[in-house]
């Protein structure tokens, strides 16, 4: 049976600590690797926009000697899921010509269903509830600069979204504490939020929701934000501008934290908006390491779940 990353909880605190071993390995000695998917195929589909994400999973599976068809969803070019095919009638037909699928797309039962009849190992590239990729990219990011994640807080500044998601079930998965600081209105998930508390307490560390970004700061490591409209919900975009002004990081809010607090923001970044220009080109943000890191995260999750490195 094909194991897959679905969202954060298909991996467990081991295999999480694993990727990012790896992870770390792969960039310091890429060359290690560069036959790792020799003869291996992978289907990389998109429904929605990507720099980041379609650019790292590419070049890394060209690093790693496999060959990564990208494809599009829709439009006169793309798959013929933009013209009704099933997504099992896909998954099946997949399955038997390509060795794992990443797809980013809205719904996350898509992702679920291809996992369930794909026959291969099939990887969350960004749905609307999850963002697993970019997390493990992160958690990397704040291993290499803390040279630990255990013990750390990370407050999430914006709305309750797919990267919150993810960033609340990592981070009892690496022993840190997180804080979505958001209004009311755009509160996360209420399901992913009890799984992500019930993991937590395991874990005994945190997840909680605050309401007041200033003060939930306090002791923070990490401050991380994201754009505050994300893609597919352009009609409500003035409304969300209103009600997460207040939720901005900026320069009053990064000196509120510990002293060595680092910046992170997923990108795409919209200065003046959800972070202020000094905080995010400034020297506490590491936002290009995060992109860095998807490329090398992603090269080692692939080997894990496609069997060319052990767990
Ligand atoms: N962070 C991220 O997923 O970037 P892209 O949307 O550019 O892929």
């Known amino acids: 049976m094909s194991m897959h990353l679905r969202s954060d909880v298909d991996l467990n605190a081991a295999q999480v600590k694993r990727v990012i071993e790896l992870a770390l390995n792969v ?39 496999g060959h990564a068809l990208v494809l599009t969803s829709g439009g006169s070019s793309g798959m013929q899921m933009g013209r009704g095919e099933t997504i099992h009638d896909t998954a099946k ?13 809205y719904a996350q039962s898509d992702v679920d269903e291809l996992a369930l009849h794909g026959g291969v190992p099939v990887v969350n590239a960004l749905t609307d509830d999850y963002h697993p990729c970019q ?20 407050v999430y500044a914006g709305a309750g979204n797919n990267v919150a998601h993810s960033l609340m079930l990592i981070g009892p998965r690496v022993g840190m504490d997180v804080v979505v600081a958001c209004p009311a209105s755009v509160a996360p998930n209420a399901a992913i939020l009890a799984r992500a508390q019930a993991d937590a307490k395991e874990a005994g560390t945190s997840v909680t929701v605050s309401h007041d970004l ?22 409500d975009a003035q409304r969300l501008r209103e009600e997460l002004q207040a ?4 320069a009053k809010i990064m000196a509120a934290a510990q ?15 959800e972070v202020t220009a000094d905080v995010i080109d ?30």
């Not at 939720?247 to 900026?250: I, P, T, Y």
Request: aromatic share 8%.
């Open 259 to 273: 002293p060595d607090a680092v910046f992170m923001h997923c990108l795409p970044a919209h200065r003046g908006e």
């Open 214 to 235: 200033a003060d939930a700061v306090k002791g923070a490591h990490v401050i991380y934000t994201d754009t505050w409209v994300s893609m597919g919900q352009d009609a």
């Open 27 to 65: 960039k310091a000695h890429p060359e290690q690797y560069r036959k790792a998917l020799d003869g291996k195929s992978v289907a990389v589909i998109f429904a929605k926009q990507s720099t980041r994400t379609r650019v790292s999973f590419e070049v890394g599976i060209f690093e790693l000697g």
């Open 93 to 105: 037909t997949l399955g038997r010509m390509v060795d794992a699928i990443v797809i980013r797309t």
């Open 135 to 154: 997390a493990l990219a992160d958690v990397q990011a704040i291993q290499e600069r803390f040279g630990r994640t255990q013990g750390l807080k990370l």
């Open 247 to 250: 939720f901005q990081v900026n």
């Open 282 to 311: 400034g020297p506490q943000s590491i936002v290009f390491d995060e992109a860095e890191n998807r490329l090398h995260a992603q090269k080692a999750l692939l080997m894990l779940l496609m069997g060319a490195q052990p767990w």
